[in-house]
């Protein structure tokens, strides 16, 4: 089984920016799920509330893909897109799911015709999944929310698993998740996210430990 | 003629192949279950916590996500100073069954009790080499570990739906001062998600191989 785990980047400090939304600034919150540099990361000392989502993204004859339920933090969630290929699927569409139809070559064409994951705030905030690398995000200072980011994932013959890591909880209204695979003539659509259930799940999330005072800085 | 025009083309690398272990020991692949939004926080001590989510319930039993932090300290930074986090449930030379009694009880183990008295403990991922016959339900594994220098997700699967009463989750951690300790799982809560976890497709028989994923 393959296998890619996240990678660290150099320390950074991440610039203060004001951005609307969660009440947080872009850089705190993208640093607070791992996005962005910063030790102050919540996923390393809260403990998220659970949202049982129970969402299919797609369902084809080929392959289905669901996500059982959102992890939320106070300024952000987390969730793992799991797919699984039909054993009625087409040898080319098993081709594509086995070349690794999320993370797989970086050619052009794949990056647009591969797996595509979005999401859209009610307010108009958007960000869209750069394939690879992994944080990609790290690279630049963040300047509004939401942002979008990718951590583990792990594929084989018959499933992958993909971690979605989503900064931003939105102040008002519901999350739209966006998805499309064009190399399996899956087109754009979306999947709502109840934003009421996600509030109120970053209001439950547990804070284990304050943020050290040097990485709260 | 070049170099390599004198060797024969290398075959392309066959893809990735997930282990196919006994249903009793791995969720199937051809389900997709349902989640119960169920959270708990087991150990909160002043540089480490314990705590369980991830709870999908498939037709014949469930998984839950264990999960391991150790608080960093205050000089950690995006990729240095942070303290290493080992496996705690144990190197995997634990896990054919070898480490003793002393070992273990240094361990993070969990284990699974029914209502009914039934019971069963994560033994690690060696422990079904060569099962052809599952045990009595319930059966608890381990499987999708990973980890990194500040925590340790560790995935479980418990076979086994009970037909009455709730689901005790039983855990210690010598090496950490957690005494044996309980978390109850709702029986009814697993039931009724079990009910409606949809198998999509029948599985083919498959021969059960020795790899193991974590």
């Known amino acids: ?217 | 003629m070049g170099f390599f025009d004198s060797f024969p083309p290398p075959e392309p690398p066959k893809p990735p192949r997930r282990s196919r272990r006994p249903v009793w020991r791995s969720p199937g692949r051809n389900v997709k279950p349902v989640a119960l939004a169920l959270d708990g926080i087991l150990v909160q001590h002043e540089e480490l916590a314990v705590y369980v989510n991830g709870f999908n319930v498939y037709p014949d039993g469930f998984t839950l996500t264990v999960n391991t932090l150790r608080r960093q300290p205050e000089s950690a930074g995006w990729e240095d100073g942070r303290s290493h986090h080992p496996n705690p449930f144990g190197p995997r030379r634990y896990r054919g069954g070898s480490a003793s009694a002393e070992e273990l009880e240094g361990l993070l183990r969990f284990g699974v009790r029914f209502a009914d008295g039934r019971s069963g403990v994560a033994e690690g991922l060696g422990a079904w080499r060569g099962e052809v016959e599952p045990p009595g339900p319930p059966v608890i594994s381990m499987h999708s570990g990973h980890g990194n220098e500040s925590e340790w997700v560790q995935g479980l699967w418990v076979w086994g739906i009970p037909e009455e009463g709730d689901v005790e989750l039983v855990y210690s951690w010598g090496a950490e001062g957690v005494p044996e300790s309980r978390f109850e799982v709702d029986g009814d809560a697993v039931r009724d998600a079990a009910a409606r976890a949809v198998t999509l497709w029948d599985e083919p028989e498959d021969e059960h191989e020795d790899g193991d994923d974590a």
């Not at chain 1, 080929?62 to 969630?77: K, Q």
């Not at chain 1, 799911?97 to 797989?104: E, I, Q, Y």
């Open chain 1, 1 to 217: 089984m393959r296998r890619v785990e996240s990678g660290g980047q150099p320390p950074r400090r991440p610039r203060r920016i004001s951005a609307g939304g969660s009440g947080m600034s872009s850089a705190e919150a993208a640093a607070s799920l791992g996005l962005a540099p910063g030790a102050a990361t919540e996923r390393w000392r809260v403990a998220p509330a659970t949202v049982a989502w129970d969402a299919v993204l797609f369902d084809t004859a080929e392959v289905l893909a669901f996500v059982p339920a959102l992890r939320v933090y106070p300024s952000g969630f987390r969730f793992t897109i799991t797919a699984l290929l039909r054993p009625t699927a087409s040898e080319q569409a098993a081709r594509t799911f086995a070349d690794g139809g999320v993370l797989g070559p970086e050619a052009e064409h794949q990056a647009v015709r591969g797996l595509r994951i979005g999401v859209q705030f009610a307010d108009g905030g958007r960000a869209a999944l750069q394939r690879n690398p992994i944080r990609p995000q790290a690279r630049t200072t963040p300047t509004s929310l939401p942002l979008i980011g990718s951590n583990r994932w792990t594929s084989d013959d018959g499933i992958f698993e993909w971690g979605i890591n989503v900064a931003g909880i939105p102040k008002d209204g519901s999350v739209q998740l966006y998805h499309q695979w064009l190399e399996l003539d899956i087109p754009e659509a979306w999947t709502l996210i109840d934003g009421d259930a996600l509030r109120a799940a970053a209001a439950r999330a547990v804070e284990l430990w304050p943020p050290r005072p040097s990485a709260a800085g």
